[in-house]
C-alpha cells in the first residue's frame, strides 16, 4: 500500500484522492476498516487534528462511517464522478467558511494597523490595487489577482512582516473564495464597493471604521459563500 505525503494547502482534497486510490487499486472496498489515525496521519504527513477534520466532512457526506470502538470504515466507493466533485466541492465551501471565522479575527486588526500605520505611498499602492478592482470585468481574465493584491497591499501597509506573511499564507483561499462569489450576478460591483469603503477607512485614518468596513464585507463574503 502506497500513500504519499499530503500538500498542505490542498489536504482534504488529498485525503479524498489517495482512498480513492487505495479503493482502485483494491486495498479497501466498502466495508472495510481504514488504518488508525496515527498511521495515517503519519503516512499522509499530517496532524491526527487536520486528519480528522478531513474524516469529520467525509462522515457527514457517507463517504467512511465511525463505528463506536470499531474504528473508521469506508462506507461507500465514488461511484460517479459527480459525488466526487459534490463532495470536494462541500469541502472546499467548509474550508472557506472556516477562513473567512479565522479572517474576522486577524484581519480585522491588520486594517486597524494599517489606518494608523499606513504610509502616503501605502495608501496609493492600496488605491492602485482598487482601481484594477474597479476596471476587471472589462480589462481582465484573470477576476481574482486584484482582489489578493488589495488585501495583500492593507497587509504590507501595517509594516509588519508576520501579518504579511499571513495574508501572502492564505492566498490560495483568498483566491477560491473570490472564484466561488465572482459569478454571482452584482456581486462584483458590490465587493468593488466593499473595497472601496475599506481603502476610504484607512485613507480617513480611522482604525474602527476601517474594523467595521472589513466586517460588513466578510459578512456579505460568508452569506454569498453559503448561498453557492
Request: zero cysteines; hydrophobic letters at 40%.
Amino acid at each position: 500500500m502506497t500513500i504519499k505525503k499530503i500538500k498542505y494547502h490542498r489536504v482534504y482534497e488529498d485525503v479524498i484522492e489517495q482512498i480513492e486510490k487505495l479503493i482502485l487499486e483494491g486495498n479497501l472496498a466498502p466495508g472495510d476498516v481504514l488504518p488508525t489515525e496515527r498511521e495515517l496521519a503519519q503516512a499522509f504527513g499530517i496532524s491526527r487534528g487536520t486528519l480528522r477534520e478531513a474524516f469529520r466532512i467525509l462522515e457527514r457526506e457517507g463517504l467512511i462511517e465511525t463505528r463506536p470502538g470499531g474504528g473508521r470504515f469506508l462506507n461507500k466507493n465514488l461511484s460517479k464522478a459527480e459525488d466526487k466533485t459534490r463532495i470536494l466541492d462541500n469541502i472546499e465551501r467548509a474550508t472557506i467558511i472556516e477562513l473567512l471565522e479565522a479572517r474576522e479575527i486577524f484581519e480585522t486588526g491588520i486594517v486597524e494597523l494599517a489606518a494608523q500605520r499606513a504610509s502616503d505611498q501605502d495608501i496609493l499602492e492600496i488605491e492602485s490595487a482598487l482601481e484594477k478592482w474597479g476596471t476587471i470585468d472589462s480589462e481582465s481574465d484573470d477576476p481574482v489577482s486584484p482582489d489578493q493584491a488589495f488585501h495583500l497591499s492593507i497587509a504590507k501597509a501595517t509594516h509588519n512582516v508576520v501579518l504579511v506573511n499571513l495574508i501572502d499564507l492564505n492566498m490560495d483561499l483568498l483566491k477560491r473564495t473570490a472564484t466561488k462569489t465572482v459569478e454571482i450576478p452584482g456581486r462584483r460591483s458590490e465587493v468593488y464597493k466593499e473595497h472601496f469603503n475599506i481603502f476610504q477607512a484607512i485613507k480617513e485614518r480611522d482604525p474602527l471604521k476601517a474594523k467595521e468596513t472589513l466586517l460588513y464585507h466578510l459578512k456579505q463574503v460568508k452569506q454569498n459563500i453559503q448561498l453557492k
